[in-house]
């Protein structure tokens, strides 16, 4: 609607392909539309809870869409889908502004809310599970060998770790997909991600609401219990 403004105020013709037209010599023929087809949120697509997971870690951001763009590696385009879909499950709020006076702004909701309201479209980013003999290089601690690593839980029997799935051909390693020594060996359990796992911690395990995220759909009561004690001391956590 800004661009439309502008060619009308310097009386320069077009037509759009939804029908509408500015032909001065002719006629005018315009139409209000949206910006954006408001779309309902049921569980976030993986661009979304990256960009779900930033803002929970920034409380404080405020950012337009090429600069988080930027900042997460996404397109244009991808950074602008996932934060139309955190506004849309009133997640973050925006405000015009920048320098063009045209550029949103976002910024994120008041804790708890924020995680009260986003926890429910969290999906788990562990797409698939594989079984090595050795760790991969670029590995970090995950699943129930990083909730015993930050509670009470007694750990596994075998370690358990995550990498980005899109770097397993970069690792060298050898999947061993025989289910006999896989039950009879304590091999590493390694599992694939959606994103990579290094995006929000710089510790050696994965963050908190990532993994959070991997075990919330796990009915043992003690993993419930242990991953309610790693999140209480968060700011933006409440039971």
Do not use: C
Request: net charge negative; glycine share 4%; no cysteine.
């Amino acid at each position: 609607r800004h661009r439309r403004k502008s060619l009308i105020k310097n009386r320069i013709p077009f037509v759009i392909e939804d029908g509408q037209m500015y032909l001065p010599f002719l006629g005018l023929d315009l139409e209000k539309t949206t910006e954006y087809g408001k779309e309902e949120v049921n569980r976030f697509t993986t661009p979304a809870q990256i960009a779900y997971i930033y803002f929970l870690y920034h409380k404080e951001e405020v950012i337009n869409t090429t600069d988080f763009a930027k900042k997460l590696g996404f397109n244009t385009m991808t950074a602008s889908r996932a934060l139309n879909d955190l506004y849309y499950a009133n997640l973050i709020t925006y405000e015009i502004g920048g320098k063009t006076g045209r550029s949103k702004e976002y910024r994120r909701i008041a804790d708890p809310d924020y995680f009260i309201r986003g926890r429910e479209y969290l999906k788990t980013p562990v797409k698939r599970i594989i079984y090595t003999k050795t760790r991969p290089l670029s590995a970090m601690t995950a699943g129930m060998e990083a909730l015993a690593e930050l509670s009470m839980i007694n750990p596994p029997d075998h370690p358990i770790v995550a990498i980005d799935r899109n770097n397993l051909d970069k690792e060298h390693i050898e999947i061993v997909k025989n289910k006999d020594i896989i039950k009879d060996t304590k091999l590493v359990e390694v599992e694939l991600w959606d994103y990579n796992p290094r995006l929000f911690s710089d510790k050696d395990h994965v963050d908190k609401l990532s993994l959070y995220a991997s075990l919330k759909e796990e009915t043992d009561e003690r993993v419930e219990q242990a991953l309610e004690e790693i999140l209480r001391g968060e700011p933006w956590y409440t039971d």
